[in-house]
């Protein structure tokens, strides 16, 4: 079984950052990228960015390019989300997803195969 764990998740002041973690474990499987999606209350889950794991592609939503930064450290089967000049329209559920396989777009949630269980974004004004 796969298991993703995201961590950094808090309460965070407009303009200030956060660094979320997702730490993979389990059996062995396919990763061809991760990514990194948000649900905001009363809002449908939407992409926020992904890279892809062998050679470290990375794509962004438009609504957070040039703030958030997503890396990897294959060692350590982590990926993080450095988010800067946070917004409070950036609050949102945070969650962590593996595509396993390279067919497909990695915008759509419906592309990707195993999911985390989420961390708590919050930014006051």
């Known amino acids: 079984q796969v298991q993703l764990i995201e961590s950094g998740g808090g309460l965070v002041q407009a303009g200030g950052s956060l660094r979320l973690s997702c730490a993979a474990s389990?059996?062995?499987?396919?990763?061809?990228?991760m990514g990194w999606f948000r649900q905001a209350p009363g809002k449908e889950r939407e992409f926020v960015a992904a890279?892809?794991?062998?050679?470290?592609?990375?794509y962004y939503a438009d609504s957070v390019k040039g703030r958030f930064t997503i890396s990897r450290d294959n060692a350590k089967n982590t990926v993080y989300l450095q988010m800067n000049s946070l917004k409070p329209e950036d609050t949102a559920v945070y969650y962590c997803a593996v595509k396993a396989y390279a067919p497909g777009t990695l915008v759509y949630e419906r592309s990707y195969d195993y999911w985390g269980q989420g961390t708590q974004v919050t930014v006051s004004s």
């Open positions: 389990g059996r062995t499987f396919s990763r061809y990228a």
């Open positions: 890279i892809t794991w062998t050679t470290g592609s990375t």
